[in-house]
């Protein structure tokens, strides 16, 4: 079946600098990914939709410098947290979508960052 | 705008026994509906796709249904295991985006 890696797993990092998340999507093409943000206990909460060689889409309240996306080609998206806080520790999980209306979604493992 | 409602938000039962999730939607207008299952910790594990032409789909002791008409699915799972223990979250696909329900955390008790 449709496999989408992210990676890292788990980052660490100190307040003020920045983290790359990657998001591949490893034996199909993905016109279109997803970046979620989720809290302990709570469903996914959708940050920005990225489309392979366009802006991404930003939902409301998430701040586009912040969180930078890049989605380069049909098999990878990455998102950089820029400048991180405390406050951006968090689980951030990425799914990519094959092409076609009614294609699946297919999700990574999910990315634990903690800022200290 | 979709809204997606998963009742009932946690559920605990016996092992063995069968169970029925509930998943409610707002919109009929909808491609595809998606059940997946969340461990703790980790991403998500797409379960069963039901097409919005389709009425159900069976995967091992998994079976989905939809009622487009009615904005309702169902995931039942057949004789559960403590290996079923996790989040089940459905998902529906409109346009190109998709809308979750908030999940059902379900403990299969050994």
């Known amino acids: 079946g449709a496999v989408v890696s992210q990676h890292p797993s788990r980052v660490i990092c100190k307040s003020g600098t920045s983290v790359k998340i990657e998001c591949r999507s490893l034996?199909?093409?993905?016109?279109?990914m997803f970046w979620y943000r989720q809290f302990p206990k709570q469903s996914l909460m959708l940050m920005a939709t990225?489309?392979?060689?366009?802006?991404?889409?930003?939902e409301q309240g998430v701040e586009k410098d912040k969180f930078l996306i890049n989605h380069a080609s049909l098999t990878l998206s990455t998102l950089t947290v820029t400048s991180a806080h405390p406050e951006d520790s968090s689980f951030y999980i990425c799914s990519a979508r094959e092409v076609g209306d009614n294609s699946p979604l297919h999700f990574g493992n999910g990315t634990r960052l903690t800022v200290t | 705008k979709q809204e997606v409602t998963q009742i009932p938000a946690a559920l605990s039962v016996p092992e063995g026994e069968n169970l029925v999730l509930n998943c409610s939607f707002t919109d009929s207008a909808i491609y595809n509906l998606q059940w997946f299952r969340q461990d703790p910790g980790k991403g998500l594990t797409s379960l069963l796709l039901?097409?919005?032409?389709?009425r159900e789909q069976t995967s091992g002791r998994l079976n989905a249904s939809l009622d487009k008409s009615s904005g309702r699915s169902t995931l039942y799972i057949a004789a559960s295991q403590p290996g079923d223990s996790a989040t089940y979250l459905c998902?529906?696909?409109?346009?190109?985006?998709?809308?979750f329900g908030t999940g059902t955390s379900l403990t299969v008790i050994p």
């Open positions: 990225s489309n392979e060689g366009s802006k991404a889409t930003y």
């Open positions: 998902a529906v696909a409109a346009g190109n985006q998709f809308y």
């Open positions: 039901i097409q919005s032409s389709q």
């Open positions: 034996d199909f093409q993905a016109t279109t």
